[in-house]
């Protein structure tokens, strides 16, 4: 696995800037995992791209994870802290997933590229994700043997491919402070990454717009000092 740096986490950053979630995804592991061929990296299992990016987290900002979330029973907001290593244990607790039969059908767990271009109406797109992890049937039938499924049966097929790959779309325990409400609070690592690396890589273009007016440096310059010393050059600078 290896770490981008600055330079190249902030052209990330801009690359994804307009994409939808799984590109987002698919640009971070290609850049953390470069041995890897684009179809290998949608290829991967979600609860295995997932256990991905909690590892690029760490390598980026450490394993400690902070989280507002608000309260279904009171409606209050609460900040929760998570450690990255907890869902790591869970994710090697999980081991490998395996598929999933509903009467002559046979599902795989889902993969990464399975949710790529996914139409916005939840139903439509739970037939289509049924559909794409169906295993290839020998007259090609895949399509309408998913089309036929009553929702109750896609319901159940999806409730087994969850189990199938738990850390496909993990989910936290919490307790409201004020109400003492608990409940499983869905975590998506993907958007929360993206969140913190968009808050990361707006704030060094801060830093970098402060340095090339107290310095006249280049973004280059301002990039290459590293962050222990830019900040230090950024203090002495006074702004
Ligand atoms: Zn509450």
């Known amino acids: 696995m290896v770490t981008p740096d600055e330079s190249e986490l902030l052209a990330l950053w801009e690359c994804g800037l307009d994409l939808p979630a799984p590109q987002r995804a698919l640009l971070l592991l290609a850049a953390t995992c470069p041995q890897a061929s684009v179809d290998e990296l949608k290829a991967l299992r979600l609860g295995r791209s997932n256990e991905l990016l909690v590892r690029l987290r760490v390598r980026l900002f450490g394993t400690r994870m902070n989280l507002i979330a608000t309260c279904p029973q009171c409606s209050a907001q609460l900040e929760a802290g998570l450690d990255a290593n907890d869902l790591l244990a869970a994710s090697a607790r999980a081991g490998e997933d395996h598929a999933v039969v509903h009467g002559s059908l046979t599902f795989r767990p889902l993969a990464l590229g399975d949710l790529i271009g996914l139409p916005g109406d939840p139903g439509q797109a739970q037939r289509l994700l049924l559909a794409r992890c169906r295993d290839s049937a020998p007259d090609g039938g895949a399509d309408a043997d998913v089309a036929a499924l009553a929702a109750s049966e896609m319901e159940t097929v999806a409730r087994a491919l969850a189990a199938a790959d738990p850390q496909a779309d993990p989910s936290i325990e919490l307790k409201c402070s004020g ?17 913190e690396l968009d808050a990361w890589a707006r704030r060094i273009l801060r830093e970098v717009h402060a340095l090339a007016r107290a310095y006249a440096w280049s973004e280059r310059d301002a990039l290459a000092v ?10 002495l600078s006074g702004i």
């Open 179 to 195: 109400c003492a409400h608990a409940w499983n609070a869905a975590f998506d690592i993907g958007a929360f990454l993206w969140r």
């Open 226 to 235: 590293g962050p222990t010393r830019r900040q230090i050059y950024l203090q």
